[in-house]
Each structure stands twice: as structure tokens, then as C-alpha cells.
């Protein structure tokens, strides 16, 4: 199992800061996921800026979320990651 999301951060053009438990900082583009119905109101900055910890992994005000392993195998890791 992958680690778990721990804080998440809005960045520019759709993208998340994501801190997992296991004290790595990734960044997540969310724009590929557009495609699908579900995520389509997402474009909206304003429903985009609702995301938050949720469970194991992250999700929006409407309910929205992402596969923990998705999340975690879809992220690139930030250069000044490891956190302290």
C-alpha cells in the first residue's frame, strides 16, 4: 500500500502540493483527469480550490476523489522533498 495523503495544497493550472505520511512532497496534475464526467466541474477554480484530506487520500466539496494508489503513482516527487 502507498502512502497516505496527509495535507494538500492548490497550486497553479490545476495542479496539488500533496504531503504524504511517509514525509514525501509531490506534485499532482489534475487536468488529465478533465476527461472525465465526474471531474468536470472541477474546472471551476472555485470547486477546485474545495479539496481536502480525505480518508486516505484527497476529495473535493462534491464528492469527488482519487484512488490513494492513482494519487500516489501519478505524482511526481518535488525536488526539496523530503519535509521536515
Known amino acids: 500500500m502507498h502512502p497516505k495523503a496527509i495535507d494538500v ?4 493550472d490545476y495542479e496539488l502540493e500533496i504531503i504524504f505520511d511517509n514525509k514525501e512532497k509531490r ?3 489534475v487536468k488529465p483527469y478533465f476527461k472525465f464526467k465526474q471531474f468536470e466541474d472541477l474546472r471551476d477554480s472555485k470547486k477546485f ?9 484527497i476529495e473535493w466539496e462534491n464528492g469527488v476523489d482519487i484512488c490513494p ?3 500516489y ?4 516527487i ?5 519535509i521536515k
Not at 503513482?73 to 511526481?76: A, C
Not at 518535488?78 to 523530503?82: A, F, G, L, R, V
Open 9 to 12: 495544497k492548490v497550486l497553479n
Open 78 to 82: 518535488i525536488k526539496d522533498s523530503p
Open 27 to 29: 506534485k499532482f496534475d
Open 49 to 57: 480550490q474545495t479539496v481536502k484530506i480525505g480518508g486516505l487520500s
Open 69 to 71: 494508489d492513482e494519487l
Open 73 to 76: 503513482n501519478n505524482s511526481k
